[in-house]
């Protein structure tokens, strides 16, 4: 028996380690304490501010292209340089929630003057950065309390999100993606290189820019007019 416990433990230990990428991937999915260490959850916070100093740089950019409101360009500017502050300041263990903090005000500040014409997202990066700044990630228990609730966030969002999609049939045939490609340059901008250009330029044409094509949408407007009644058909055959 001895001798039998001796190999079946020697046969555990020389089993192959799932590779480094897998496991961490698995860890993140999973319950394992592993998931909730402060470099992961450091990694998930400089990611949202990298994202949002992205986002708010390339808004300055575009306001400015075509011409918009110097005051939001301004705004859009001067929030991105907040975030690069934060993204700077989150090299430091010990100023990484004061950046959260700073970060989490300028989006604030952002939602507020846009609203009503947030985009989704907008609202999803103020729960995101409001539980990371409130959350002490020095914490086990706290770190915790973070990771299950951005999983819970993940899953409502998503399951609500998908449902309402299947719901309106608009997964089938493409129909969501094909109005935002009409109507959204930012989205046309995309899916310019997913479709063939015959089929772009005809979804292109419903909407208020046709034919527009190329790394001009990267400096177009965010969204132009919903679609008017009867046009169409918005749906992507290829």
Not at 71 to 86: E, N, P, Q, R, Y
Not at 149 to 170: C, E, Y
Not at 189 to 204: G, K, N, T
Not at 205 to 218: D, Q
Request: aromatic share 8%; proline share 5%; glycine share 8%.
């Amino acid at each position: 028996m001895q001798s039998a416990a001796t190999a079946l433990e020697g046969f555990t230990r020389s089993k192959p380690a799932a590779p480094g990428l897998a496991r961490r991937l698995l860890a993140l999915a999973g319950d394992e304490p592993a998931a909730s260490a402060e470099p992961n959850l450091r990694a998930f916070q400089l990611l949202v501010l990298l994202h949002l100093a992205v986002e708010r740089a390339s808004s300055a950019i575009a306001l400015a292209a075509r011409g918009g409101s110097a005051g939001h360009t301004l705004l859009a500017a001067g929030i991105a340089l907040v975030c690069v502050a934060s993204l700077l300041a989150w090299r430091k263990p010990a100023t990484a929630r004061t950046a959260t903090f700073a970060a989490l005000a300028a989006q604030l500040v952002f939602v507020s003057a846009a609203f009503p014409h947030n985009a989704n997202h907008d609202l999803l990066v103020v729960l995101a950065l409001g539980l990371v700044a409130l959350l002490d990630l020095r914490r086990p228990e706290e770190r915790e309390v973070l990771l299950q609730s951005l999983r819970w966030m993940t899953l409502i969002i998503l399951f609500a999100t998908g449902l309402q999609k299947l719901l309106h049939g608009t997964y089938f045939f493409g129909e969501y993606l094909a109005v935002r490609i009409a109507h959204s340059d930012s989205f046309a901008a995309l899916f310019q290189y997913a479709l063939p250009e015959a089929e772009f330029l005809r979804l292109r044409s419903l909407g208020a820019n046709p034919g527009v094509a190329g790394a001009a949408l990267f400096l177009g407007s965010a969204s132009g007019a919903l679609p008017e009644a009867g046009t169409g058909p918005y749906r992507v055959h290829s």
